[in-house]
């Protein structure tokens, strides 16, 4: 789990909320449900600059908050920004003199601003007083000793000072000094260069080589704990003061090992580099913050921490304030359905903001998609379960306005029981994905997307037979009754295939036996239509009560082989064998993510509707099969989804893991991964799964259900914001519904 630094307030959470649950005689639930108690969520403040150069150096915070960037201009201070909204850096004219002084250098002291400049160090805090004349113009380096003391360099010369005038002045040789830090207990101050570690004994006097390398660029000394951290331009390594020798080897596998900035906050080592900073955890793994998601500019100069809750990032292109707040699920859940509810309805259709600006979502329109129907029907279930769970009337009303645009997909169109795939006020059509897809509607305002494929038709029964079970509003239900129904005989009256406006079987809606049956077994679409339409059929019947549907599925299921597909194992999916068709080589080049999603989404109409016990148990073999194969991912929904199969078998702390992590910021920020030497590639494979171990959903591109999560790059740059209705609010409120996640633990 990340956030190790803030372990402590998590556990002392964790342990008032079961104290707490227990004290409320909630209900006694099995040892798989996650108590929904707080924890640490992520996310970043950015704060920009114009296109000129400022030359960065250092950003503090002082005792009340107030937040200076030292650049080679002068003194900056933020303004505005908050979530989503960056704000900027501007000049800071908080003190008429400061405009006048050449700051070099600013430090905090008792949580104050202290400033170098070519005369002094000073500050204006302590009314003013403090202020001691140096000898050095060119001074650059400074730090504070014992009391108001500080030692000041220009890189060679060093000059100690205080209440007194010149304590004490030196020289180094060798390169030029880059930083200096001081250690009360032994009463000396640490020099680094790019080749050396010398110590500054006060009481002795003297300068003396501590250790020599090469390549160093910052350091850090440990805070109780006898160790100095130095950074390299490849690595780090600690030093043992006690024992003066390294610790261990160098630790090269960083996420990059070009350092430029290590601070430790709150006991944890945090670095800077050239692509990014990262946060070494206590189990060795690292928290990465890189790309526009965390950070204005991918070099990162210095960090500092502004209270208990927040850090600062200074970068050369402007500075990121990480904030680590506190939530709860059912905190983030009621964020996500804000976000979605203000900026990603159209027409009633879970969307998502398009044409943005470098993550303005102020400056998007909904977007249009291919998958109109299949988005919808997945944030659809998420409100069903909601309402399920709740009784929220907000939610009632979201599921019906939903379904409405739902139903319009079949109405809007020529051909009877037929899901349009999207629709739209005419004139448009050039401007929307797929120009060639759209078809016009009898009513000249409208147009309709055709071309509708399978995994539309396998959300659609998913969710109409969610409604129909859970939602008890009679015109509602009877309105996902009649649309499944409508479906599914438009399929079962095609010969097993969706019918498109020109007569024709769409490419994808294809579920007949030669079509399925064409396929060599290790090809993944003849498992997942049989699976497929099995579920669809038994859902059909489950609230129809339509005898046909029944006698259609076992006879797919008993002469055409479509439970022997359905139960074959995930290892044998694979590569078409050397001589098969090309569509059956093209399907089977590598494991297509959609077609997880369509599984999943068909697992609730198999088993939960299953015609009998002994098919139950046969689909329950098949779904932990899939979701066996599917672990590695830690996908919260496959998760969640298992859990109604296999309650007591399941990895809950995975799906609950995937719910915490995935980031508060839905922008499709450009990520990347595949340059970090932290992480264990592997050779290429037919999962295509890159890394040994999956990488968090906040280092990674904002990805659906049906996408790889083993990608380590890739991203839109800032110009789309997807919807949390199908990401994130599915399968949390499914867990809810599930009882795996519990109600909110006061705390």
Not at 509 to 524: I, K
Not at 676 to 692: G, H, Y
Not at 731 to 741: E, K, T
Request: glycine residues 8%.
């Amino acid at each position: 789990m990340k956030h190790s630094h803030f372990k402590s307030l998590v556990l002392l959470g964790l342990i008032l909320g079961i104290v707490r649950l227990q004290a409320q005689n909630l209900p006694a639930y099995s040892e798989k449900v996650h108590l929904d108690h707080s924890f640490v969520q992520e996310f970043s403040v950015k704060y920009l600059v114009g296109d000129e150069e400022k030359g960065f150096k250092k950003a503090f915070a002082d005792r009340n908050g107030t937040v200076q960037v030292l650049s080679e201009n002068g003194l900056l201070r933020t303004h505005a920004g908050a979530f989503l909204y960056p704000g900027k850096l501007i000049d800071d004219r908080t003190y008429l003199p400061m405009k006048d002084k050449a700051i070099k250098n600013i430090t905090l002291v008792d949580e104050q601003f202290v400033y170098l400049d070519d005369k002094a160090v000073f500050s204006n805090a302590w009314a003013g007083s403090l202020y001691l004349p140096h000898q050095l113009p060119e001074a650059r380096l400074f730090a504070q000793g014992d009391g108001f003391n500080f030692l000041v360099s220009d890189g060679k010369q060093l000059h100690l000072i205080g209440d007194e005038g010149l304590i004490w002045k030196g020289s180094v040789d060798g390169s030029a000094l880059l930083d200096m830090k001081y250690d009360s207990s032994r009463k000396v101050f640490y020099l680094l260069s790019s080749e050396s570690v010398r110590i500054y004994n006060v009481d002795k006097k003297s300068v003396e080589t501590l250790t020599n390398g090469n390549g160093f660029t910052c350091f850090e000394l440990r805070s109780g704990k006898e160790l100095l951290a130095i950074g390299t331009q490849d690595g780090f390594f600690e030093w043992d003061l006690t024992e003066g020798r390294v610790v261990g080897e160098k630790n090269k596998a960083l996420p990059w090992p070009e350092l430029t900035e290590i601070t430790e906050i709150n006991g944890m080592l945090w670095f800077g580099s050239q692509m990014g900073a990262f946060m070494l955890r206590e189990d060795g793994k690292f928290n990465y913050y890189f790309g526009k998601r965390w950070l204005p500019g991918e070099k990162v100069i210095h960090i500092s921490q502004k209270n208990e809750n927040e850090v600062l990032l200074m970068t050369d292109q402007g500075l990121g304030k990480l904030v680590f707040d506190t939530f709860t699920l059912a905190e983030k859940a009621a964020y996500y359905d804000q976000q979605v509810r203000e900026r990603h309805i159209r027409h009633g259709f879970n969307a998502s903001l398009v044409g943005m600006e470098e993550g303005n979502v102020n400056s998007g329109r909904l977007g249009d998609s291919d998958n109109d129907g299949l988005w919808t029907s997945m944030y659809l279930g998420g409100e069903a379960f909601r309402y399920a769970v709740t009784g929220s009337a907000a939610a009632l009303q979201n599921v019906r306005e939903s379904l409405d645009a739902m139903e319009r997909l079949y109405t809007i169109n020529p051909v009877a029981g037929f899901p349009s795939r999207s629709f739209e006020r005419s004139g448009y059509i050039e401007r929307l994905s797929d120009p060639e897809r759209w078809q016009h509607a009898t009513d000249p305002e409208w147009d309709w997307k055709a071309t509708t494929s399978s995994d539309e038709a396998i959300g659609h029964v998913f969710v109409f037979g969610v409604i129909a079970e859970l939602v008890e509003d009679e015109a509602i239900r009877t309105k996902a009754v009649r649309l499944l129904d409508e479906l599914m005989e438009h399929i079962v009256k095609n010969d097993w295939y969706l019918i498109d406006y020109d007569g024709q079987p769409t490419t994808w809606g294809r579920w007949n036996p030669e079509y399925v049956n064409g396929f060599p077994t290790m090809v993944g679409d003849r498992k997942l239509n049989s699976s497929n339409i099995v579920a669809m059929l038994q859902t059909a019947y489950h609230f129809t009560g339509k005898e046909l549907y029944k006698q259609k599925a076992f006879d797919l299921m008993e002469n055409h082989g479509y439970l022997e597909n359905l139960m074959r194992p995930m290892e044998g999916i694979g590569k078409a064998q050397e001589g098969s068709d090309e569509w059956a080589a093209m399907l089977s080049e590598s494991w297509n993510h959609s077609d997880d999603e369509m599984y999943f989404l068909g697992y609730w109409g198999l088993y939960r509707y299953a015609f009998n016990e002994e098919l139950k148990e046969k689909y329950k073999v098949a779904i932990m099969d899939h979701w066996e194969a599917e672990r590695p991912e830690k996908e919260g929904l496959w998760n969640i989804f298992s859990a109604m199969v296999s309650p007591e078998n399941f990895d809950l702390e995975e799906a609950i893991w995937y719910l915490q992590e995935y980031p508060l910021d839905l922008i499709n920020w450009t990520v990347k991964n595949s340059h970090r030497k932290d992480i264990e590639l592997m050779e290429e494979n037919f999962r295509r799964q890159s890394t040994r171990e999956v990488l968090p959903p906040d280092e990674l591109q904002i990805r659906r259900h049906n996408a790889n999560r083993f990608g380590l790059d890739g991203g839109r740059n800032g110009t789309q914001e997807n919807s949390a209705g199908d990401i994130w609010l599915l399968p949390y409120w499914m867990g809810r519904y599930l009882d795996v996640i519990s109600s909110p633990v006061n705390e």
